[in-house]
């Protein structure tokens, strides 16, 4: 155990926090999982994880089905989708120790926003960004395919020093437990960095009912995916936030060498989960519009996957 470690803990144990608290956990930290539906398989086998970077890890793990058996803990990471946010901050607010560190590990825009006012005001809250590719094969099982990097960011909370000494804690946690890290010094335009590449992959496999290998091989698809990203770009300068040079086509070209992944939205659509459609398209969307930047070709994915949703919920 490390001196003086923090306690972690997790909540919304399924791909995303699953994987990146089981390598905490496996690096000896001090880590409390809170599960759901995965509880009983997990408390009796276990987490596991097959990955093609880390190879086969399996570890008994301390895992709650209720968060007022958690210990307090210093740091909890939120792997759960931005979409069930009412629901997790009375769980998060119960398992935060005071002056806890909140990390989001959720994708597109708003979603600080939205859970800060339940928080209370002892209580720092982070962005957490993953390029990763993992998903949830069994109850407590994860496939983890390629990449891995966690790059975080400061929203708000006590800090003094804008929260820079707090993020490089927090990545200096991830790099301990051999992840690659960054401190990401505005969270803002990170985030739509992110977007980048979800607005295109995860809305088109919804759409397309297509991977990202087939989504990559065709000439109309790869055209598309191009002007979704110009959009993304587009939106984000007219936000105040200018991406890098050549950010879009870099991750074009990461995504033409990754292995042939399913994006996390076509598994929400499989299972008929609600898709996060407000993170991910209607808030970049209407801060666009706000900006009086029109983004014609995602409002259209968006309308799109709205009717897919729609008809998808149970009436």
Known sequence: MHLHAPRIGIIGSGAIGGFYGLMLARAGFDVHFLLRSDYQAVREHGLAVDSAVHGALQMKVQAYADATDMPPCD?????????????????????????????????????????????????????GLCFICVNRQAPGVIRHQALGAINLGYHSGPAADGGAALVSAGAGLFQAAGIDSQAMPNLALARWQKLVW?????????????????????????????ALMAEVVLGAAACGHALPEGYAEHLFQVTERMPDYWPSMYHDHVCKRPLELQAI????LARARAAGCSLPRIEMLYQALAFIDNAAQPR
């Open 75 to 127: 740091w909890l990471l939120i792997g759960a989708k931005a979409t069930s946010n009412d629901q997790l901050a009375p769980l998060i607010v119960q398992a935060a120790a005071p002056g806890a560190k909140v990390l989001l590990l959720q994708n597109g825009l708003g979603v600080e926003e939205q859970l800060r006012p339940a928080l209370r005001s002892d209580m720092h809250l982070l962005g």
């Open 198 to 226: 979800n607005v295109p992959y995860n809305g088109l496999s919804v759409l397309l009912g297509a991977s990202t290998t087939p989504l990559m091989a065709d000439r109309h698809s790869r055209a598309l995916i191009q």
């Open 281 to 284: 398209y209607a808030e970049p």
